[in-house]
């Protein structure tokens, strides 16, 4: 079955510093993978989607610089959240959508929670 | 915008009765629904779907009701357990790589 592997689960980090956090799909071709941020209040808040062989496109509020991504293939994507704040904990989440037909199935990876002390 | 409501924000229902969650969109392009529970500490897991060609889809004690014409799509939980207990999120999505919409979720309590 598919199943998105993601890590680590948990990062305690001081303010200014950084973290990556990887996502691998398994079992399917992950043609797009979404990287999404779930608040305390667990609404979600859409980072980006990075589609293989296109531009990724940042929401609004959400840039480059802060939340570089890389999706080299179909299997893996990564994101870092740069100088990380406060207001950058959560839990990050990567959704990873398979190929099958036009419109696939959304599998979310295990969730990386970010502290910032 | 926000492309995708859902309600009620917190529902509380007996064990053995329904639970009916409502979501709604605004988007008439969408064409795949699904729904996601996250129980405390985990991510969200996909629970059951549905693309318009029809307008229920059966898995279980779990059903969607899918109403194109109002753009609106439910999913009712029959006969609930207090396993059932967890977050609720509906979503929807067009062809393609587009986003996924997510609602902002319905917290389900199930009492013995």
């Known amino acids: 079955g598919a199943l998105v592997y993601q890590y680590p689960r948990r990062t305690i980090c001081k303010s200014g510093t950084s973290m990556r956090m990887e996502c691998q799909a398994v079992?399917?071709?992950?043609?797009?993978v979404a990287w999404y941020r779930q608040s305390p209040q667990k609404t979600f808040e859409l980072i980006a989607l990075?589609?293989?062989?296109?531009?990724?496109?940042?929401e609004q509020n959400f840039t480059q610089e802060k939340f570089p991504i890389s999706h080299p293939n179909l299997s893996f994507s990564s994101m870092t959240v740069l100088n990380a704040y406060l207001e950058d904990r959560g839990l990050y989440l990567c959704?990873?959508?398979?190929?099958?037909?036009?419109?696939?199935?959304?599998?979310f990876g295990e969730g990386s929670k970010l502290t910032v002390l | 915008q926000q492309q995708v409501r859902q309600s009620p924000q917190s529902l509380t229902v007996w064990e053995g009765e329904t639970a009916i969650l409502n979501c709604s969109y605004e988007?008439?392009?969408?064409?795949?629904f699904p729904w996601y529970h996250q129980f405390p500490g985990e991510s969200p897991a996909l629970l059951i779907a549905?693309?318009?060609?029809?307008n229920k889809k059966e898995d279980g004690r779990f059903t969607i009701f899918f109403n194109k014409r109002e753009k609106k799509f439910s999913l009712h939980i029959a006969d609930s357990q207090p396993g059932d207990s967890a977050t609720y999120f509906c979503?929807?999505?067009?062809?393609?790589?587009?986003?996924?919409?997510f609602g902002k979720g319905t917290s389900l309590t199930v009492i013995p």
């Open positions: 959704g990873a959508r398979d190929r099958t037909g036009n419109t696939g199935q959304l599998y």
């Open positions: 079992g399917f071709q992950a043609t797009s």
């Open positions: 990075s589609t293989v062989n296109s531009a990724i496109k940042y």
């Open positions: 988007d008439s392009t969408f064409d795949y």
């Open positions: 549905i693309r318009p060609v029809s």
């Open positions: 979503a929807a999505s067009g062809t393609g790589y587009q986003n996924f919409y």
